[in-house]
């Protein structure tokens, strides 16, 4: 069993997702801990691109503000190093095709060598899964499978190959917080089960405890993006302290609303 599999032995996983590089990676450093420090199970970083075609607004701009500010990969790994002194939470990069492409093998041997647990990446249809997920098990990392709502009738194909848990996406479009999450996803989630032994956990517009508890009575887990992306984008212009402790506080009201069920 992976270690992300092994996440959500426990109890229901809070998986919250980061910007690399926003507001700056020393404030990210700081922020993974406090994340760390209030109950998360597994770690989200996204690495910057310039077409982040699957994200919403809050993370577009996330990524627009990174990129200027010149955050690269080697950076990133850098960042990653510092963690893994600290802490051995599983940890999933998520990012796009050409971002892998442009590295080449040299993506998935650093990813190795530092011990990066899975890899997503929206822009790779189930189809086109080969041209990365063979080279990833080879490296012991788990290549994560998307579910949008649309792919009801391809839930069991797409499941088959799966690795480490499945992301099921909450609703249609583009990451960013939401105010209802709708039924759908719930149906996905059974079905998937039905054909996977694998953990599920649903992303895309989960941002308030209220909804991480309701969508932890079907799912095991929660994926947490926007709404987090939001608070740590305020670290470059408030004091990161008082931002730190806001997220610390977030993150522990997510952890609890988890624990509820």
């Known amino acids: 069993m992976s270690n992300i599999a092994q996440a959500f032995k426990k109890h229901k996983a809070f998986i919250p997702f980061i910007t690399c590089g926003d507001p700056n990676l020393e404030f990210n450093e700081q922020a993974l801990y406090t994340l760390i420090e209030n109950g998360a199970d ?50 999933v990069f ?30 790779v249809p189930y189809e086109e899964r080969d041209l990365f997920a063979p080279s990833c098990k080879q490296k012991g990392i788990d290549f994560i499978s998307l579910i949008a709502p649309t792919s009801h009738n391809r839930i069991e194909k797409i499941v088959q190959d799966a690795q480490g848990f499945i ?6 479009g583009v990451t960013g917080v939401r105010e209802n999450i709708g039924d759908l996803v719930r149906t996905n989630v059974e079905q998937i ?10 992303g895309f517009g989960i941002s308030t405890p209220e909804q991480a508890q309701q969508i932890a009575q079907y799912a095991d887990g929660v ?14 212009i408030k004091n990161p302290k008082e931002v730190l402790a806001a997220l610390g506080a977030y993150a522990k009201s997510i952890r609890n609303a988890l624990d509820k069920n």
């Open 42 to 91: 597994i770690i989200e970083l996204g690495i910057p691109f310039s077409d982040p075609v699957a994200e919403g607004a809050a993370i577009q701009a996330a990524s627009a503000r990174a990129l200027k500010r010149q955050t690269n990969i080697e950076q990133i790994f850098a960042l990653v190093k510092r963690i893994r002194t600290k802490s051995q939470i599983p940890i």
């Open 94 to 123: 998520m990012t796009y095709a050409n971002v892998v492409f442009s590295q080449g093998q040299d993506f998935l041997n650093k990813c190795e060598a530092l011990g990066i647990d899975g890899l997503i990446l929206p822009d």
């Open 167 to 172: 992301y099921c996406v909450s609703s249609l």
């Open 193 to 202: 089960k039905k054909t996977s032994d694998l953990p599920v956990a649903v």
């Open 223 to 236: 994926i947490i993006g926007s709404a987090i992306v939001d608070l740590c984008a305020q670290g470059n």
